[in-house]
Every structure is written in C-alpha cells, then in structure tokens.
C-alpha cells in the first residue's frame, strides 16, 4: 500500500533552517508530480511547494518563495523540502502528499515544525 513518512520536524528559532524529508512507497515514485502543504494553527491546509516527476518543474507559495526549496531523489523515492529564513508564521503541520489519480490521494502524517525563541 501507498506509504508517505515525514521527518526532521522540530523546533527551530526564527532564522534558522530545517529540512524536512518525506519517504514514500507502494508506487511508481517517478511518475508522479509531489507536493509538501502545511497546516498552521487554526487555518486551512495549503500547498507549500510541489515538483514534476522528472524535477524539472517546481512551484511555490509566495510566502516561502526565496527561502524553501522542494527537491526529490527518485532513486531513493524521497522527496525533500528545505526550509531556510524560518519565522514564525511557518509554524505549522508539515505533510507529505501524493496524487496518483482523482481518487487516489495520498498524504503523510504530518510533521509538526514550530518556529519560536
């Protein structure tokens, strides 16, 4: 079965860096566009950052644009989000997720990643 398993979550002061990392499986990785979102306290769930199969493509949400990058490694089905500049308002639950088709929708976990002095 589809798997996705986010780590390197944690507590980081403002200004500084994470990385966070989503492992996946159950399917053909390379072929599928990744996305990481995050869910802030009290607010929806929004896309973060995704990339194309081949990693040619990437796109961003203009709050993190300049200071997140989304890579992935398809020889190790890993798809990865570096997160430098944190501040506060990054504070959020971090998920991996995955869209093979209209019906199925995969996501992690989620990760929790607060941001605080």
């Known amino acids: 079965q589809v798997q996705l398993v986010e780590s390197g979550g944690g507590l980081v002061q403002p200004g500084g860096s994470l990385k966070l990392s989503c492992a996946a499986s159950g399917f053909t990785f390379s072929r599928y566009v990744m996305s990481w979102y995050h869910q802030p306290p009290g607010k929806e769930r929004e896309l973060v950052a995704a990339i194309t199969s081949v990693g040619g493509t990437t796109t961003y949400a203009d709050s993190v644009k300049g200071r997140f990058t989304i890579s992935r490694d398809n020889a190790k089905n890993m798809v990865y989000l570096q997160m430098n500049s944190l501040n506060p308002e990054d504070t959020a639950v971090y998920y991996c997720?995955?869209?093979?088709?209209?019906?199925?929708?995969?996501w992690g976990q989620g990760i929790q990643v607060t941001v605080s002095s």
């Open positions: 997720r995955a869209q093979l088709s209209i019906t199925r929708d995969y």
